[in-house]
């Protein structure tokens, strides 16, 4: 199969879902099956490379709520007292700061639309932190409505729905409560957004099947003689 020629428009893909969801799994089985077709793709941290202020998010935070530091995992469980505190006061801190990570992220967005890669992936995107607002308020809903506008929509945007319990039990740092409340968060965007695809609970080798299959059928490169056979791609990998 051809790579997909040098003047192809690059394209955003965006994984977002719960803590414990398996988004670093798929993005990474996604970038690797998509380089071994030749495509040029790069991954980026929404916290590490787009959020705005985050190192001074995460020291207030600690010091503020006293909450653990680190990623949780089954034989070191933390717990984390930061996105999962709320109060009316941090939703406004929240809003202004989800602001500055809109800004940060369309700036980003169109800087890497000109880079020349194939493909952009987002582990995590805006999608996320709005997420942690409480949505069933309507002025909450308008503001998410609003941001999404701002930012450019990924071509795909990816939302790995999860089972609380079972996300809770690999990345255990934040309580079931707060993950059952996200997951209705992240079902409330994909509705508002109208773009993002919800990706059922389901065992990791088929979640990789869903989202390669449908990933090459959306993300065409359709350029005559370069457009990837994306039925090819899927017999090759046995999806």
Not at 21 to 27: F, M, N, V
Not at 61 to 74: E, I, M, R, Y
């Amino acid at each position: 199969m051809r790579a997909p020629r040098k003047n192809s428009r690059t394209k955003l893909i965006s994984f977002s879902g719960i803590d414990g969801a398996g988004k670093s799994t798929q993005i990474q089985s996604l970038r690797t099956r998509m380089e071994k077709m030749g495509l040029r793709v790069q991954v980026l941290q929404f916290w590490d490379d787009v959020a705005t202020f985050t190192r001074f998010r995460e020291a207030t935070a600690h010091t503020l709520f006293k909450g653990d530091k680190g990623v949780g995992t089954p034989s070191a469980p933390v717990k984390r007292r930061d996105k999962n505190v709320q109060s009316w006061l941090m939703s406004g801190v929240r809003l202004c700061l989800y602001f500055a990570d809109a800004v940060s992220a369309r700036s980003m967005a169109k800087k890497k639309l000109r880079s020349g890669k194939d493909v952009i992936i987002f582990d995590r995107y805006i999608y996320d932190q709005l997420a942690n607002l409480n949505l069933r308020n309507p002025f909450m809903r308008a503001y998410a409505t609003l941001i999404m506008r701002l930012v450019p929509r990924p071509d795909i945007g990816y939302y790995l729905d999860a089972n609380p319990i079972q996300a809770q039990a690999r990345k255990p740092e934040y309580p079931v409560e707060f993950l059952h409340t996200c997951r209705a968060s992240y079902l409330a965007l994909s509705e508002l957004s109208g773009r993002i695809r919800v990706i059922a609970p389901m065992p990791i080798r088929e979640v990789e099947q869903e989202v390669l299959t449908h990933a090459l059928k959306e993300l065409s490169f359709a350029d005559g003689e370069t457009e990837i056979d994306y039925h090819n791609e899927r017999q090759l990998y046995g999806a």
